[in-house]
C-alpha cells in the first residue's frame, strides 16, 4: 500500500516511532532508497527550511528534486490537482506539496501511485513535528517524560505538534486566546492519541511545569488581512522571560521559525541560553531524510 505523509494523526504510535528511528538513523543515506529517483516539491507558499531540508534530504537518499511554485502547475487553475498529480507520478517517486488548503494534498493522494508528502497545510505540518520530537528527545529526554506547552495561535503546527505528543505519551499544555484555540472536540480528539492534554487561556498557566515552551507566528501564511486584530488578541502572549520563569528550570524554547522578535517571543528568549530553535530547524534535514526514506518502504 502507498505510504503518504498528510499529518502525525493518520500515523500509528509503531510507524511513528519508526519515522523518527529512519530519520537519526545513517542507514537510510547509504541505502539510497530515491536512487536515479525524482521528488516533486511543489510550494502555494515561502519556504525557506522546508524547501532546502527536503532538496538536500533527497539528494542525500540518491534522488533529484524539481522545485515547482504553486502557480506554475495552477492547482485547479491551470488543470484539476487529480490530472497535475496523476501526470507527476509518472515523472516521481514522491510527489511533496505545500499547499493553502489541506483538501489539495488529501485529492493529490487520492490519486497519486506514488506518496504524497506534506510540506504544510492549513491543518498540518507534520515534517516540523518530526523535527521537533527529534529535537526534544535529544535535548530534553523520551517525550513521555516531558511537559511540552505551546502558546498562542492553535494552528497548523500546533495541531501537528500535539498530535505527536499524546501519541508518544507526553503532556500537551495549551496557552491559547479564546477563540484561537482548540475546541473542545478538538483536545478530545487529542487526548484519544494517549498523554494528557490540558488548556487555558493564561499562557502562566500553561507553561507551569513545562519541560519545553513552543511558539509560532501569530500570523500564519494567508492569514495577512488578519494582522492587525491578531497583534492586539495575542499581545498577552509574548513568550518572553517573566513567562519563561513559570516553566521548568531547566526549560527550552522552541520555535518553528520563521520568527519575529519582540512578538510572540522576545530576542531575549529567542537568542537566549535555552533556546533550541537553530538546532530545531536543523533537524528539518534529520526529519525528511527520515520522512522520505519510510515513505519508499524503508
Ligand atoms: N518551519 C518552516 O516550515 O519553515 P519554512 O516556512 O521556511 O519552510
Ligand atoms: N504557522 C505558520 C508556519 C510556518 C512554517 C504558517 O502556516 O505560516
Not at 274 to 288: D, K, Y
Request: proline share 4%.
Amino acid at each position: 500500500m502507498t505510504r503518504h505523509l498528510l499529518d502525525i494523526a493518520s500515523l500509528s504510535v509503531h510507524e511513528l516511532r519508526h519515522i523518527l528511528d529512519l530519520s537519526v538513523s545513517q542507514t537510510t543515506i547509504a541505502e539510497k532508497p530515491l536512487a536515479d529517483k525524482g521528488v516533486a516539491l511543489i510550494f502555494e507558499k515561502p519556504s525557506n527550511r522546508t524547501r532546502h531540508s527536503m532538496e538536500m534530504a533527497v539528494v542525500a537518499l540518491g534522488g533529484h528534486p524539481v522545485y515547482t511554485r504553486g502557480e506554475e502547475v495552477g492547482f485547479d487553475v491551470r488543470e484539476s490537482v487529480e490530472d497535475i498529480a496523476r501526470i507527476m507520478a509518472g515523472y516521481h517517486a514522491v510527489l511533496a506539496a505545500r499547499v493553502f488548503s489541506h483538501s489539495v494534498v488529501e485529492r493529490m493522494a487520492a490519486v497519486s501511485s506514488v506518496p504524497v508528502v506534506n510540506m504544510l497545510s492549513d491543518m498540518s505540518h507534520p515534517l516540523q513535528a518530526l523535527a521537533d520530537i527529534i529535537t526534544m528527545e535529544e535535548h530534553c529526554g523520551p517525550i513521555s517524560s516531558l511537559t511540552v506547552a505551546w502558546i498562542g495561535d492553535y494552528n497548523n503546527v500546533a495541531r501537528s505538534l500535539g498530535e505527536a505528543v499524546c501519541k508518544l505519551g507526553g503532556n500537551f499544555t495549551l496557552g491559547c486566546p479564546e477563540g484561537y484555540n482548540a475546541s473542545p472536540d478538538e483536545i478530545a480528539r487529542l487526548q484519544e492519541f494517549g498523554g494528557s492534554v490540558r488548556q487555558s487561556v493564561d499562557p502562566k498557566e500553561a507553561v507551569a511545569g513545562a519541560h519545553v515552551v513552543h511558539t509560532d507566528t501569530w500570523i500564519s501564511m494567508g492569514q495577512e488581512e488578519e494582522s492587525a486584530a491578531r497583534r492586539v488578541i495575542f499581545a498577552p502572549y509574548c513568550v518572553d522571560a517573566a513567562l519563561m520563569q513559570n516553566a521548568d528550570a531547566n526549560a527550552k524554547f522552541m520555535h518553528c521559525m520563521p520568527a519575529h522578535r519582540g512578538e510572540e517571543v522576545s530576542a531575549e528568549v529567542f537568542d537566549g541560553a535555552s533556546s533550541l530553535v537553530i538546532q530545531q530547524g536543523h533537524h528539518r534535514l534529520t526529519a525528511a531524510r527520515g520522512a522520505l526514506a519510510w515513505v519508499m518502504g524503508k
